[in-house]
């Protein structure tokens, strides 16, 4: 399998009027990739700058950023043409790694809004490759820009960033200093396609947790009731578990509950409600191994929920 580091510039609306009137609002103007061999060994590099047909100005924060001006733009190839031409060099066998969590999110969007035939009909397995670094070299859960990156590994800063090219070449660099395999189990699901039915829901298992992306319900209600949302069955295992902290929420977006199962220990789960691209509700949820001070913690969190909410309901209101 090859690995596929993708960096895409995307221009957006110079004026709101445009904005407003727009049912895209970022138009890709740049797709730079490189593609790596299962050792992580340059094999071959993408690069190519597209015609917009959206927006034909530039954003003035963007062009500052890219240092890219809407001439260089105009002689290109268009989106269709160009996004076209990648999806083949890509190949059959490869993962995608962006830096972040967006590229592939706006990568579909625009070939959505061309009628392109999709690179797939469900969630996509990927890597991110700031997240992979969290993970490799500090605490896992910071998020660094990629010149960060690039400065703490002291990789050569030959080319300016913000660039498709060099920021997937900048990355691919990254990606090739993380040494240890198990870096590599930490997969990421774009959900821009979520799972369609039950059957097609994910559940993946990662070293100490399990996550679950469910497809999409109509509205909160509808998911927070479902069997299998709800569900806290250890996924190490696969046993069922005794609650000790039932699900709750302080926001209503996210929840919490706090299981025990015979062999793995305690497990806390924690479930997101997220808005699909279609405006519906999904649900992420994970279920992870935890010390008994985690407990503590949700157990303070919950306390403090209820002690806001009755503050809430003697406040007189106005
Ligand atoms: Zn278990």
Same mark, same amino acid.
């Given at each position: 399998?090859?690995?596929?580091?993708?960096?895409?510039?995307?221009?957006?609306?110079?004026?709101?009027?445009?904005?407003?009137?727009?049912?895209?609002?970022?138009?890709?103007?740049?797709?730079?990739?490189?593609?790596?061999?299962?050792?992580?060994?340059?094999?071959?590099?993408?690069?190519?700058?597209?015609? @917009?047909?959206? +927006? !034909?100005?530039?954003?003035?924060? /963007?062009?500052? *950023?890219?240092?890219?001006?809407? =001439?260089? &733009?105009?002689?290109?190839?268009?989106?269709?043409?160009?996004?076209?031409?990648?999806?083949?060099?890509?190949?059959?066998?490869?993962?995608?790694?962006?830096?972040?969590?967006?590229?592939?999110?706006?990568?579909?969007?625009?070939?959505?809004?061309?009628?392109?035939?999709?690179?797939?009909?469900?969630?996509?397995?990927?890597?991110?490759?700031?997240?992979?670094?969290?993970?490799?070299?500090?605490?896992?859960?910071?998020?660094?820009?990629?010149?960060?990156?690039?400065?703490?590994?002291?990789?050569?800063?030959?080319?300016?960033?913000?660039?498709?090219?060099?920021?997937?070449?900048?990355?691919?660099?990254?990606?090739?200093?993380?040494?240890? @395999?198990?870096? +590599? !189990?930490?997969?990421?699901?774009? /959900?821009?396609? *979520?799972?369609?039915?039950?059957? =097609?829901? &994910?559940?993946?298992?990662?070293?100490?947790?399990?996550?679950?992306?469910?497809?999409?319900?109509?509205?909160?209600?509808?998911?927070?009731?479902?069997?299998?949302?709800?569900?806290?069955?250890?996924?190490?295992?696969?046993?069922?578990?005794?609650?000790?902290?039932?699900?709750?929420?302080?926001?209503?977006?996210?929840?919490?509950?706090?299981?025990?199962?015979?062999?793995?220990?305690?497990?806390?789960?924690?479930?997101?409600?997220?808005?699909?691209?279609?405006?519906?509700?999904?649900?992420?949820?994970?279920?992870?191994?935890?010390?008994?001070?985690?407990?503590?913690?949700?157990?303070?969190?919950?306390?403090?929920?209820?002690?806001?909410?009755?503050?809430?309901? !003697?406040?007189?209101?106005?």
């Amino acid at each position: 399998m090859n690995y596929i580091v993708l960096d895409l510039e995307w221009n957006q609306a110079a004026d709101l009027q445009t904005k407003l009137e727009q049912e895209l609002a970022f138009e890709i103007i740049e797709i730079g990739a490189v593609k790596l061999d299962r050792d992580r060994r340059k094999l071959d590099m993408f690069h190519e700058l597209i015609r @917009p047909q959206i +927006f !034909h100005k530039m954003n003035q924060v /963007t062009g500052e *950023l890219i240092h890219l001006n809407m =001439e260089q &733009l105009e002689d290109s190839r268009t989106f269709v043409e160009v996004a076209d031409d990648f999806i083949k060099w890509c190949g059959e066998d490869y993962i995608f790694c962006t830096w972040g969590n967006l590229d592939l999110l706006e990568l579909q969007r625009n070939m959505d809004y061309y009628n392109m035939t999709h690179m797939s009909e469900t969630p996509i397995r990927y890597y991110d490759v700031q997240k992979l670094f969290s993970i490799a070299f500090e605490d896992r859960k910071s998020r660094r820009t990629l010149e960060y990156a690039v400065d703490f590994l002291r990789l050569e800063k030959d080319t300016a960033f913000h660039r498709a090219d060099a920021d997937a070449r900048y990355a691919a660099e990254v990606l090739v200093r993380i040494e240890d @395999p198990k870096v +590599f !189990h930490n997969y990421s699901y774009d /959900t821009y396609r *979520l799972p369609k039915n039950r059957a =097609e829901e &994910l559940h993946v298992l990662f070293d100490d947790y399990g996550k679950y992306i469910s497809r999409a319900f109509p509205d909160k209600i509808a998911a927070m009731e479902d069997r299998e949302v709800r569900s806290t069955k250890c996924p190490l295992c696969g046993e069922s578990t005794r609650r000790r902290v039932a699900w709750f929420t302080n926001n209503g977006r996210h929840y919490y509950s706090v299981v025990y199962c015979n062999e793995h220990g305690l497990l806390k789960g924690k479930i997101r409600l997220r808005k699909s691209a279609d405006n519906r509700i999904y649900v992420v949820k994970t279920l992870k191994q935890i010390g008994p001070e985690v407990l503590q913690d949700i157990l303070m969190k919950r306390k403090h929920g209820r002690e806001m909410r009755r503050e809430r309901r !003697h406040k007189p209101s106005l």
